[in-house]
């Protein structure tokens, strides 16, 4: 999997630990009880990798430090993992706000709503399946 500096300082920083699980029911999880973040090791290191950020997302929301999470990746070769975990995010915040399910949402409208086209439908479905197992 590939960690590099920037990541290890923030795990560092926040004093999060990871372990690795090979019968983890989902690709990651963020404990914040324990603060930890178990990962997959049945997974590809690319999805992992992935999956890591978006829990360290969610470790940095919760330690209020989401600034911290943007430092990580601002010019960094994750660039795309980024904007995956945008779409994480965005995805959850449309449904919670308009008091959706995930097959009931609009993602094409969703998708314009925020400025990008269509061709982004592939990255929203791929975060419902991930968030949502849809």
């Keep these: 999997m590939y960690i590099n500096q920037k990541i290890k300082d923030l795990l560092s920083e926040l004093d999060i630990s990871i372990s690795y699980d090979?019968?983890?029911?989902?690709d990651g999880r963020y404990i914040s009880e324990f603060n930890f973040i178990a990962l997959n090791s049945a997974i590809s290191e690319e999805r992992q990798t992935i999956a890591l950020l978006h829990e360290l997302g969610?470790?940095?929301?919760?330690?209020?430090?989401?600034?911290?999470?943007?430092?990580?990746?601002?010019?960094s070769k994750l660039e795309r993992?980024?904007?995956?975990?945008?779409?994480?995010?965005?995805v959850a915040q449309y449904l919670s706000t308009n008091d959706l399910?995930?097959?009931q949402a609009n993602y094409?409208?969703?998708?314009?709503?925020?400025?990008?086209?269509?061709?982004?439908?592939?990255?929203?479905?791929?975060?419902?399946?991930?968030?949502?197992?849809?």
């Design 108 to 134: 094409v409208a969703l998708l314009a709503n925020i400025g990008l086209d269509d061709s982004y439908l592939p990255v929203i479905q791929m975060s419902l399946k991930r968030q949502y197992h849809a």
């Design 58 to 75: 969610h470790a940095c929301e919760h330690h209020n430090c989401l600034d911290s999470f943007d430092r990580l990746l601002n010019g």
């Design 22 to 26: 090979p019968n983890l029911d989902d």
């Design 101 to 103: 399910e995930p097959e």
């Design 81 to 90: 993992v980024a904007n995956i975990f945008f779409f994480f995010y965005t």
